[in-house]
Each structure stands twice: as C-alpha cells, then as structure tokens.
C-alpha cells in the first residue's frame, strides 16, 4: 500500500466499487489456460477509422498553423459543420457561434457539465443502469446523484411522473441517453416531448447524450431532444464522432442546445483544457461533411452481426431483444444466475467476455451486454459456443 493510496479524495472515494475488476481478472486467467477468448466486453468499434478522414487529417497536421493553441470553444468552422449537420440530419437550426462548443469526446463533456450548474448538495437525477460518467461527473462536483430505474416493462424508459415530488423539486439536473447504453432502448420523439415539459415545469437541466444516433438498424433513424421545440430551454445534447466514425481514438465531440448551458460548459473548459487539436477538427469537419457512406456501410456490418448473435442466442434458448440501435445486445441472464455468476460461466466454460449488468447499476441486475464489436466469425464462434455447452 503506498504512502497516499489512502489519503484519496472523498470525492474518489465516494465512486462505486470497479466492478469489472473481477471479469478483468478471470479474463487474464482464461488466457493465461490457452483458451481462446472472444472480447463482447468492450464498447470500442473494431472497424477503422474511414481512409477519407485520415488523409485530412495528415494534411492539416503538416500544416504549422495546427501546430499551436485552438480556440477554447472549438474553431468557428469546426461548429459551423456542427450546425449544418445538424440540419441534415434532425431539422434543427443551430447557431455556431452561442449553440455549439466542441469537446474533446463527449465524455469529457458530459463529465464537466455539473461542475458548471452544481453546487454541493444540489441533486442529480442519473439513469440506472446507465453510462457511470453522469455518477461521476456529479460526485465530483459535490452533487448528489439519485437514480431512477429503467426496466424492461417500460422498455428502459424513465417514468418521470413516479419520481418523488421532494426529489424531483431539489433536482437540478437530468441525465439521460438514447438509443441506450447499455440496454440498447430507444426513444421517440413523443417521449421527448414529455421529457422536455416535465424539465420546464420542474426547472431542471437536461442533459442528454446522444452518442449512438447514427448506429441504428431497419431503417430506424433516432431523435435528438432538440427537435422538440421548447428543449432549447432546458436541455444540452452531447455527440460524439467516436461510434459513429470510429474515432474513439480521436477525442472529438460537441454538446449543442441551450446557449446558457453551452456558455457555462465552455465556461469550465476554458479552465481546465485548451481544446482540440486543430488537424482533429479539420477531420472532423471532414466526418461530418462528407459523404456518409461509411455510416451506411458501418451500421450494415453492426445489422449482420446483430442477426447472427440475437438469432444464435434464441437458439441457445436466451431471451433477448433485437436492439434497434446502439452495438449492444442486452441479454436476460438465465434462471438460477445473477449477472455476474453467468458472466462468469460464459468466461470461465467458454471464453467469453461480456459485461455484467449490474455494472451499470443494481437495476442492470439480471441482463449481461453483449458488444457487436468483433467481427462475425468470432460471433458465430460464440454463438457455438454457448450452443455446444449450454447453462
Ligand atoms: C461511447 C459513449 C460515449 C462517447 O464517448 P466519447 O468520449 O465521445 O468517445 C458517450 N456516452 C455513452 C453512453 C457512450 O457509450
């Protein structure tokens, strides 16, 4: 034990235990056998980066202007492509200069937000199960975090109108995100709406993460809260290039929305970092204004191994939806297991790594999360797997 190991901040103290710890060890041990593990744990494209948007980058990284400080709030032109994308896509008429502040991913600024709205004490209400960053970025405000369930009967959507009134009236924040991380569910826009009246009557910020908007199947094509008129009163909505373009490498995202909101995330980010490496936004402007082909082609290979993994586990006689979007598959564990005994099963007897829910949070108890993240014959190898020898 070292001199200081003990003497952590409060607020680091205060997190949640790592609970993939565990899976992290078992992983190292099942390796260490011979076996040959298949890795449905992590979040994290496999696909690269498209050729396009790293040949923009090499070229501005040649150029010395990239060479110094950007601006703290992101390049005009970085936000401009921001709005225009934002048009394309959702309908909503952003402006560059008071709506949009870029981010170095978006969990850099989703981390951040409640330092600039929250003061000790102040509550925030987060998703459970749900991304821990919201936890997180809350306790290291000195916020409170109370979470709200989501479960499957209300297919992991939040029921608002059950929140304790005491709550909802201390709350000053509301995280969510759709389509879901990590129980794949989606969101339609009359949802929104309720979400945004329930925000203005309450005064509460929400902060909405969309980073899986653009990985969706069948056609779908997800909301943004924004396309709700009257959440430019009340919500920020945080992007990110990183599943969408396979650049979780990169650190590139925006948050877009209410200009106060914007303004005080930006005004904490000018304190801390000193924003993205230009030649990243120059790649990233070239992501968001170029041909979106490669989106097409990304969701396509996501769609073929979602089929082949949702249809090899029916088969294996597991419950699970065929998620609508996101790269997860959330599967309900099978009778006489918890998330993390059949987490377990599934590494130790096969060599699968998956995500435990109740990771996520208690309410995550009960499911595990598959990534689609590897390619298909590795997920048919699974679905083999779990077929031959079975729970
Ligand atoms: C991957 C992910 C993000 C995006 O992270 P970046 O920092 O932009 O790479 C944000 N929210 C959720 C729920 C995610 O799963």
Redo the contacts with the bound molecule.
């Keep these: 034990m070292s001199r200081w190991s003990e003497r952590l901040a409060q607020r680091l103290k205060q997190l949640p235990p790592y609970l993939f710890a565990e899976i992290d060890r078992l992983k190292a041990q099942v390796a260490a056998r011979g076996i040959d593990v298949i890795d449905l744990g992590v979040?994290d494209p496999d696909l690269p980066t498209p050729p396009h948007i790293i040949r923009r980058l090499q070229k501005a990284a040649e150029d010395p202007a990239n060479h110094q400080y950007p601006s703290y709030s992101g390049m005009d032109d970085f936000k401009v492509s921001v709005a225009r994308w934002y048009r394309r896509r959702f309908g909503v008429e952003l402006d560059p200069a008071n709506e949009v502040v870029s981010?170095i991913?978006?969990?850099?600024g989703?981390a951040h937000m409640p330092l600039a709205f929250i003061d000790p004490g102040d509550v925030v209400l987060v998703p459970d199960p749900g991304?821990p960053?919201y936890q997180a970025g809350t306790v290291f405000a000195g916020g409170v975090p109370y979470t709200f369930p989501l479960t499957k009967d209300r297919g992991f959507l939040p029921d608002l109108s059950a929140l304790d009134e005491g709550i909802c009236h201390k709350a000053k924040m509301l995280f969510l995100?759709y389509p879901?991380?990590p129980t794949s569910a989606t969101a339609d826009l009359d949802f929104f709406r309720e979400v945004v009246d329930w925000a203005r009557n309450h005064d509460v910020i929400v902060c909405h993460?969309a980073?899986?908007t653009e990985l969706a199947f069948d056609g779908y094509r997800p909301h943004s809260i924004l396309e709700v008129p009257e959440a430019r009163e009340v919500a920020i909505e945080?992007h990110?290039?990183?599943?969408t373009y396979n650049m979780?490498g990169w650190?590139?995202?925006f948050a877009v929305g209410n200009t106060d909101l914007v303004a005080g995330l930006g005004k904490v980010k000018t304190n801390i970092d000193s924003g993205i490496f230009q030649a990243v936004q120059y790649a990233g402007m070239e992501a968001l204004d170029g041909d979106q082909d490669c989106v097409k082609q990304n969701n396509r290979v996501y769609q073929q191994r979602r089929d082949l993994l949702v249809e090899g586990l029916r088969k294996a006689g597991l419950r699970v939806t065929p998620p609508k979007a996101t790269f997860y598959v959330w599967c309900q564990v099978p009778e006489g297991y918890t998330s993390a005994s059949f987490a377990k099963h599934l590494l130790s007897e096969m060599g699968l790594v998956t995500t435990p829910g109740n990771g996520f949070g208690r309410f995550g108890e009960g499911f595990v999360r598959m990534a689609l993240t590897v390619g298909k014959e590795r997920i048919q190898e699974a679905v083999d797997r779990i077929q031959r020898i079975g729970f």
């Design positions: 979040g981010l991913g978006s969990k850099e989703i991304y960053v995100n879901n991380n993460d980073a899986y945080f990110s290039l990183s599943k979780t650190r590139i995202g």
